[in-house]
């Protein structure tokens, strides 16, 4: 091993390390899209008093719990692993800049999974308003945990005042902070929008598929729209600054 950096043939650690992230990443971000598609849908089905579109939810649900706490979970290992095995040096840097961030992080995520399984094991035997208070409170520990990343993630690719100050929050509250937030909270609405018609065709009552198919619609469009928008902000941060003459 070429401390502190693992150079392989063929396929360098650099496609190993996109391999497994790229597939985290969609899944995180169906995660934090999901938190809030779920007490969407819950709501409208209690406010319509809709058993079939209830029924859905909870289908969804246990799909979503699926998909993000085990196939999520592995690849999130995944990518600890395979950082720390290519760029072991790199990883420990990370690590002890954002120490802080990090641990926080983590809390939101434990939080995150308490909330998840409590709202899916007692989706029947639960109160309803308690039930939609654990819903909501998901939805906002998964996007906490994405605020704390994106400013991680965002401080790798635009450092800003960090390089010279070595200041927490310059590196935290980087230049694409603010964009890319909003890129990625839009991006996590856009695909579980995706996901609603992936479940939703499973819904026998004709007309109840019909409704989620078309609220499915909006959860897509509108957000592709909105991050597109968010999009051209993060770009900014890339473009060269111009000399003075």
Not at 56 to 84: A, D, E, N, P, Q
Request: hydrophobic fraction near 55%; aromatic fraction near 20%.
């Amino acid at each position: 091993m070429e401390y502190p950096i693992w150079q392989l043939t063929t396929f360098g650690g650099g496609f190993f390390i996109a391999l497994v992230s790229v597939i985290h990443v969609f899944i995180a971000h169906f995660a934090v899209g999901g938190g809030l598609f779920l007490p969407y849908f819950e709501t409208m089905a209690a406010r319509e008093n809709s058993p079939a579109l209830l029924e859905y939810v909870k289908k969804h649900t246990r799909f979503f719990l699926l998909l993000t706490m085990v196939l999520g979970g592995m690849t999130g290992v995944g990518i600890w692993y395979t950082i720390s095995v290519i760029a072991p040096d790199a990883t420990s840097s990370l690590i002890h800049t954002f120490v802080f961030a990090w641990a926080t992080e983590w809390v939101f995520f434990l939080a995150e999974i308490i909330a998840l399984l409590i709202y899916y094991y007692k989706f029947d035997s639960m109160n309803r308003r308690d039930h939609l208070i654990v819903g909501w409170l998901y939805f906002a520990f998964a996007w906490l945990s994405l605020f704390l990343i994106n400013g991680i993630i965002g401080y790798m690719l635009t450092p800003g005042g960090w390089l010279e100050t070595r200041d927490f929050w310059q590196g935290f509250f980087n230049p694409s902070f603010w964009p890319s937030l909003f890129f990625r909270t839009f991006m996590a609405f856009m695909i579980a929008g995706l996901f609603g018609f992936l479940t939703a065709h499973r819904i026998m009552d004709e007309a109840v598929r019909e409704k989620v198919y078309r609220a499915c619609a909006r959860w897509t469009v509108v957000p592709v729209v909105l991050a597109l928008l968010s999009a051209g902000g993060i770009s900014r941060c890339f473009r060269p600054k111009r000399l003075n003459a």
